[in-house]
């Protein structure tokens, strides 16, 4: 009986925290005509569904996760909103009305929480709903990136440059519209211009989830070439590790003799989505291969 009244008593201070922000908030909470809560952030507004938080938490072996929340430009509250499902960190005994309380914070300050490792469903509706262009998400993301990888967007060309591993720089490009993906392109050491990589990385590699959308191509590159020497072939797209071994060295040197054996067949390299990759693909690896080989073995 203890324990039941102690742990009720948290709960209802964590309820006056929850009334003291929304209290402290008005102008940045307001319920719609179906009673759901409306959410001012600073990159966009949300809206949640409370009537569902609060059967959750009366009853909270029915469910025990946050429904998604729908996700809308700065700009205004559209017919189709994108959606996110948003989770809070939490400890065994956070009440459920202090989840709540970091839920809300979280969303109105979503300029800072958005880019933590634990929201990337956010960061990822985020960035579909304003894509490249300067946008509410500038401020903070230029901030994120110039701090964690020496990174800088150019808006005038359309360009994010940012340090890989190894002396190495990357740019991607990413003002073309008839593209799927992104204009990479590297620096090495001591040189003053670009070399050309891809010019859409979406149609020109197997479509490996390190590199399939922004922030996971950027974190991917920004180990590399690095990391490439000691990646299994699950980590690392087949296409992209030659393409840079071509250029790297110490890279190609470490792929030998893999390329040397016996059983090796290009044609049956696998993909992360574990399946064969094509035929226009094997005859790229293949020739890559050789270029690897020509260069390592000279």
Known sequence: MEDMLARAASVKRAAGLVMNIIESSKGRM?????????IVGKLALYRVNINAFMAKFTNPFSYNSFDVVEVHPKSGLVPKPETACVQVRHHEDMPAYDLLASYLLGLMNDDVTWLEESLQPLRRTL????????????????????????????????????????????RLTFGQPLNRGL???????????????????????????????????????????????????????????????????PLARAMVDTLLADEYDASEI???????????EAQRIVGLDNEILERALA
């Open 270 to 280: 696998y993909t992360y989505y574990d399946e064969q990759v094509n035929e226009e």
């Open 127 to 170: 960035f579909q709903i304003y894509g490249y262009s300067q946008s509410p998400l500038t401020t903070s993301l230029s901030a994120y990136f110039a701090r964690t990888l020496n990174g800088e967007f150019d808006y005038n060309n359309d360009t994010f440059t940012f340090d890989g591993t190894n002396g190495w720089k990357w």
């Open 30 to 38: 307001q319920l719609d005509e179906k009673g759901q809560l409306v």
């Open 183 to 249: 204009k990479i392109e590297y620096q090495k050491p001591r040189q003053t211009w670009w070399n050309h990589m891809f010019d859409d990385h979406i149609q020109e590699t197997t479509g490996h989830y390190n590199m399939c959308e922004f922030f996971e191509t950027v974190e991917h590159l920004a180990q590399c070439p690095a990391m490439l020497k000691t990646a299994s072939e699950w980590e690392v797209d087949p296409i992209f590790v030659r393409t840079v071994a071509r250029d790297y060295p």
